[in-house]
Nanobody
Framework: QVHLVESGGGLVQAGGSLRLSCAAS????????MAWFRQAPGKEREFVTA????????HYADSVKGRFTVSRDNARNTVYLQMNSLKAEDTSVYYC?????????????????WGQGTQVTVSS
């Protein structure tokens, strides 16, 4: 079992930045592929980015490429999402997810474990 806890969400003006964190416990962190998804009201959960076990491969949705950066610190069992140049359309609940298969998958069903989510609101 893996327990994930996100933090760092909040209210920010368009053009601003936020850094989300996701702390993991319950299993050796460095065997997990990690990802961030987001879900806005009335919409499906959407892939944002994924990072492999050792952090040398990443994958981004086109909508965030060049603005968001995913990273991980295996010594701290934490994955991060640095979000710059935020837009109103980035407003969502952001979830981190863990994948035992280290697949860098973009579909939510590929991830076995999920955090509770953290709200990001970008005002225009």
């Amino acid at each position: 079992q893996v327990h994930l806890v996100e933090s760092g969400g909040g209210l920010v003006q368009a053009g601003g930045s936020l850094r989300l964190s996701c702390a993991a416990s319950g299993r050796t962190f460095n065997i997990l592929g990690m990802a961030w998804f987001r879900q806005a009201p009335g919409k499906e959960r959407e892939f944002v980015t994924a990072i492999n076990r050792i952090g040398d491969h990443t994958h981004y949705a086109d909508s965030v490429k060049g603005r968001f950066t995913v990273s991980r610190d295996n010594a701290r069992n934490t994955v991060y999402l640095q979000m710059n140049s935020l837009k109103a359309e980035d407003t969502s609940v952001y979830y981190c997810a863990a994948d035992l298969r280290n697949s860098l998958a973009t579909t939510p069903t590929s991830y076995e474990f999920w955090g509770q989510g953290t709200q990001v609101t970008v005002s225009s």
